[in-house]
């Protein structure tokens, strides 16, 4: 099977009007159904397999989003790599940067967080997940953004919240004790999934407001747009700019 590479698409990046669609794919999974069909086809010439996250209509909450079913759905047409986009909150970024984060700490509870289940017949299986990202592809979009001039850092702690809600300015404080740099509601199980199967993972987070308490008073629905707006053309011009080898 082709190496297709894998977009996972956030809040701003529900479609990629340039993705050339060559055909759609509804994939029946043991989890569920995944978010929305799969939609194969190119983007700046890159066979991709394009997936959004919160479904075509962006009507699926962070803690609703089949996460596993996704993954499992985009591993069984033959990909190896994954690259999942979302906008967070900045604890120590600023609104407007892009981030490929290198560490994860999970707040989120009460998600269907792995495909390990009792009791098969099978060993259970402990994943390492140290690194719970892969290098090779962090590097690649590291790469892109220089490539296409865009401010990016090149590591940072994605902290994991349960949503719908944002944070409480507390919370963010106890996030920022803990090491966070970020924060946001999707990047947990995806990534945990991802390495379950053994898949090539990596996060592009875009940084589209300050985190709870960290900015001049309450953080608003206008203010995330419009910064989203915005990041989000830098998300596309860092992605045209992929130079993908054969995994
Ligand atoms: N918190 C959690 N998730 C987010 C935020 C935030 O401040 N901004 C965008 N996604």
């Given at each position: 099977?082709?190496?297709?590479?894998?977009?996972?698409?956030?809040?701003?990046?529900?479609?990629?009007?340039?993705?050339?669609?060559?055909?759609?794919?509804?994939?029946?999974?043991?989890?569920?159904?995944?978010?929305?069909?799969?939609?194969?086809?190119?983007?700046?010439?890159?066979?991709?397999?394009?997936?959004?996250?919160?479904?075509?209509?962006?009507?699926?909450?962070?803690?609703?989003?089949?996460?596993?079913?996704?993954?499992?759905?985009?591993?069984?047409?033959?990909?190896?790599?994954?690259?999942?986009?979302?906008?967070?909150?900045?604890?120590?970024?600023?609104?407007?940067?892009?981030?490929?984060?290198?560490?994860?700490?999970?707040?989120?509870?009460?998600?269907?967080?792995?495909?390990?289940?009792?009791?098969?017949?099978?060993?259970?299986?402990?994943?390492?997940?140290s690194q719970?990202?892969?290098?090779?592809?962090r590097?690649?979009?590291?790469?892109?953004?220089?490539?296409?001039?865009?401010?990016?850092?090149?590591?940072?702690?994605?902290?994991?919240?349960?949503?719908?809600?944002?944070?409480?300015?507390?919370?963010?404080?106890?996030?920022?004790?803990?090491?966070?740099?970020?924060?946001?509601?999707?990047?947990?199980p995806?990534a945990?999934?991802?390495?379950?199967?053994?898949?090539?993972?990596?996060?592009?987070?875009?940084?589209?407001?300050?985190?709870?308490?960290?900015?001049?008073?309450?953080?608003?629905?206008?203010?995330?747009?419009?910064?989203?707006?915005?990041?989000?053309?830098?998300?596309?011009?860092?992605?045209?700019?992929?130079?993908?080898?054969?995994?």
């Amino acid at each position: 099977m082709t190496d297709r590479i894998a977009i996972v698409g956030g809040s701003g990046l529900a479609w990629l009007e340039e993705l050339e669609i060559e055909r759609q794919k509804i994939v029946v999974t043991p989890y569920g159904e995944p978010s929305a069909p799969l939609a194969f086809g190119h983007f700046a010439g890159i066979p991709v397999v394009f997936l959004p996250r919160h479904g075509g209509e962006h009507t699926i909450p962070p803690h609703r989003v089949n996460y596993r079913a996704n993954i499992w759905a985009l591993e069984s047409v033959g990909v190896k790599r994954i690259i999942s986009v979302a906008s967070v909150g900045g604890i120590s970024m600023e609104p407007g940067i892009l981030c490929v984060p290198d560490q994860i700490i999970d707040y989120t509870w009460g998600r269907d967080h792995t495909f390990v289940e009792c009791c098969e017949t099978t060993p259970i299986k402990h994943v390492d997940f140290s690194q719970p990202y892969c290098e090779e592809l962090r590097h690649i979009l590291i790469k892109a953004g220089r490539n296409a001039s865009v401010r990016i850092k090149t590591e940072g702690t994605y902290g994991a919240t349960q949503g719908p809600r944002l944070e409480s300015a507390a919370e963010i404080q106890r996030m920022h004790r803990d090491g966070c740099d970020l924060v946001g509601m999707t990047g947990m199980p995806e990534a945990a999934l991802a390495r379950e199967l053994d898949l090539c993972f990596a996060h592009l987070s875009l940084v589209v407001n300050w985190a709870a308490g960290l900015g001049k008073g309450p953080i608003t629905a206008h203010e995330i747009q419009k910064n989203l707006d915005a990041s989000i053309e830098l998300v596309k011009s860092l992605l045209k700019n992929l130079e993908l080898s054969q995994a």
